[in-house]
C-alpha cells in the first residue's frame, strides 16, 4: 500500500521551571492511504502531542518540535512556512479534536462553521458551501440538516456535536483525518454509533484516518495496525490481530489483562496495572516501564531496548520479550 504519513524519530519536548519534559522521545510510525492506525496508551503517553505535532500546533513557549522528520504525502511537513501548513491543516489533513463543546466555538453557528474551512481552502462560493455543509451533515446522520446549520453547539447533544466535528473534518476531502480520542465524552451506545460512520466513511472515501485512544476495544474492532506509546516512546507496534493474539511487551499484556472480557468466567477479577506512568521530566537510560514490570531485570535499569522485530510486521521494545511470549502462552 501506498504510504501517505511517514513519521521517523519525532521529538517533542516541553521546556518548563521544572525540567525538559519529553513527551514525544523518538517516535517513528506509517500510515498508509485508506489505513486506520490506531495509538494507544495511559493519558500522558504522548499520543496527543504526537498528533499536535504533524499539525504543527505544538504551542512555543513551552513545547518545541526538536528532531525528526514528519513527511506527509511526499512534503516535509516541518520544512514547511506556516502559511504552508495552515494550507495543509483542514484541506488535506481533518482533526477530530476531543471534546467537541470546547472544539466547536459556542457563539458561531454549525452553518457558519461549517463553511467557514471550506471557503477558505476550496475556494467555492458560500452558496456552493452550504449546499455542501447539508449534504456533509446528512452524510454523517444529522437529521434536518438544513435547520441544523442555524443551530449553535448548546442545541445540539453530544453525540451530534461529535458528527458536526466528523463533518467539519471531511468538508474539504481530506487525505488523512487524525481522531483524537473522539468518543471518549459520549455514552457506550453512541461511541459504537460514531466509531462505526468514520469506519465506513472512511472506506467509502478512501480516507487514511489515525485513532488516538485508551480503549482497546476500539482497537480491536476499527484499526489495521496498532502502535502502543508509553512515557513518549512507541513500545510496540503490529497489526491489531499481533497485538491482541500475541502480545510481545509487558505493556502491552498488562493492558488486555486489565480489560473486562466476555470470553472470561463472570467471577474471574480484573488484573490491573499496578503503579503510575512516570514523570517524562525525571527519565532515566533504563526501561521507562520497569518499575511496573513483572518481568524487569538488572539490565532494564541500564539500557533502554531498542525496537525488534518479532513477526512480520510485528516489534517490540523488550529485553525479555522471549520470556514474556511463554509466560503469555
Excluded at 4 to 17: A, D, G
Excluded at 126 to 146: C, F, T, W
Excluded at 177 to 202: F, G, H, R, Y
Excluded at 241 to 254: E, G, K, Q, S, V
Aim: glycine residues 6%.
Amino acid at each position: 500500500m501506498d504510504t501517505i504519513l511517514e513519521i521517523e524519530e519525532l521529538q517533542t519536548h516541553f521546556f518548563t521551571s521544572a525540567g525538559t519534559v519529553k513527551a514525544v522521545d523518538g517516535v517513528s510510525y506509517n500510515v498508509a492511504k485508506g489505513e486506520t492506525v490506531a495509538v494507544v496508551g495511559e493519558s500522558g503517553c504522548g499520543k496527543s502531542v504526537t498528533a499536535m505535532s504533524i499539525l504543527r500546533l505544538i504551542p512555543w513557549p513551552p513545547g518545541k518540535i526538536i528532531g525528526g522528520q514528519i513527511r506527509f504525502d511526499g512534503q516535509d511537513l516541518l520544512s514547511l512556512s506556516d502559511k504552508e501548513i495552515r494550507d495543509i491543516r483542514g484541506r488535506d489533513i481533518g482533526m477530530i479534536f476531543q471534546e467537541p463543546m470546547t472544539s466547536l466555538n459556542p457563539v458561531l453557528t454549525i452553518g457558519l462553521q461549517l463553511t467557514e474551512t471550506m471557503i477558505t481552502h476550496m475556494d467555492i462560493s458560500e452558496e456552493d458551501a452550504r449546499k455542501r455543509a447539508v449534504e456533509l451533515l446528512g452524510m454523517v446522520g444529522i437529521s434536518e440538516p438544513e435547520r441544523r446549520l442555524e443551530q449553535y453547539p448548546h442545541h445540539l447533544s453530544g453525540g451530534m456535536r461529535q458528527r458536526v466535528m466528523i463533518a467539519m473534518a471531511l468538508s474539504c476531502e481530506p487525505k488523512l483525518i487524525i481522531a483524537d480520542e473522539p468518543t471518549t465524552a459520549l455514552d457506550v451506545t453512541i461511541q459504537a454509533q460514531i466509531l462505526e460512520l468514520m469506519k465506513d466513511l472512511t472506506r467509502k472515501l478512501h480516507v487514511a484516518m489515525i485513532i488516538i485512544t485508551h480503549n482497546l476495544g476500539v482497537v480491536a474492532r476499527y484499526s489495521d495496525h496498532v502502535n502502543v506509546m508509553y512515557a513518549g516512546k512507541v513500545i510496540e507496534k503490529g497489526s491489531a490481530r499481533d497485538i491482541y493474539y500475541n502480545p510481545r511487551h509487558p505493556y502491552t499484556l498488562a493492558l488486555l489483562k486489565s480489560v473486562p472480557r466476555m470470553d472470561q468466567p463472570r467471577q474471574e477479577k480484573l488484573d490491573p496495572v499496578e503503579g503510575q506512568p512516570p514523570d517524562l521530566s525525571m527519565l532515566d537510560a533504563g526501561c521507562s516501564f520497569r518499575p511496573r514490570c513483572r518481568f524487569a531485570t538488572e539490565r532494564c535499569a541500564n539500557e533502554f531496548p531498542p525496537l525488534e522485530q518479532v513477526g512480520e510486521e510485528h516489534f517490540t521494545a523488550c529485553w525479555e520479550k522471549d520470556n514474556l511470549e511463554k509466560a503469555a502462552s
